[in-house]
T-cell receptor, first 116, second 115 residues
């Protein structure tokens, strides 16, 4: 059974640009969550998608957005990139989400975004 | 708001010895899950062990066990017979059963295993 796949693994972008990251969950998983990991702030929740709808959202500016497709694959978009957006972006999938009976989420290896 | 605190930024242990990583959390919820995740240099977060708050019995997974003290809001991880492959960042995480589905993480503890 394939795990959670995130692409690309590494990305370098310039301030002001936009970027799209992709996450393919484990087959059959319908919940996809995104996290930002930085040395200063640690792991912070961005948002969660379930059945193509955003179900939960963290405290990030509107420059951070996402979507989920009918096959449960999810994309995260960051517009007008800032230097502070440099981070490891992790995605996690679960069957339907922990509040609905699942207990654990499975993480991908992340996308390392560097903004210069 | 739920917060998770890991007060040990770094820990080291001799191979084959036992080490305990600390975690405390703050919540007003009565029903929740607690996790320990391991993040090796490959960056992939791997679930080590989980604990349901309604269960009094401490969870155990092979060499990994927890000491869950609900009243004290404490959730420590004990690694027995430490192996070189246990070297990684360890994150304690909390997730409420009701409400938002997001997982709250501690700042992490970097574990070094000395041969």
């Amino acid at each position: 059974k394939a795990g959670v796949t995130q692409t690309p693994r590494y990305l370098i972008k310039t301030r002001g640009q936009q970027v799209t990251l992709s996450c393919s969950p484990i087959s059959g998983h319908r919940s996809v969550s995104w996290y930002q990991q930085t040395p200063g702030q640690g792991l912070q929740f961005l948002f969660e998608y379930f059945s193509e709808t955003q179900r939960n959202k963290g405290n990030f500016p509107g420059r951070f957005s996402g979507r989920q497709f009918s096959n449960s694959r999810s994309e995260m978009n960051v517009s007008t990139l800032e230097l502070g957006d440099s981070a490891l972006y992790l995605c996690a999938s679960s069957l339907s989400g922990i509040a609905y009976g699942d207990t654990e989420a499975f993480f991908g290896q992340g996308t390392r975004l560097t903004v210069v | 708001a739920q917060t998770v605190t890991q007060s040990q930024p770094e820990m080291s242990v001799q191979e084959a010895e036992t080490v305990t990583l600390s975690c405390t959390y703050d919540t007003s919820e009565s029903d929740y899950y607690l996790f320990w995740y391991k993040q090796p240099p490959s960056r992939q977060m791997i679930l080590v062990i989980r604990q349901e708050a309604y269960k009094q019995q401490n969870a155990t997974e092979n060499r990994f066990s927890v000491n869950f003290q609900k009243a004290a809001k404490s959730f420590s991880l004990k690694i027995s017979d430490s192996q070189l492959g246990d070297a990684a960042m360890y994150f304690c995480a909390y997730r409420a059963v009701q409400g938002n589905n997001d997982m709250r993480f501690g700042a992490g503890t970097r574990l070094t295993v000395k041969p």
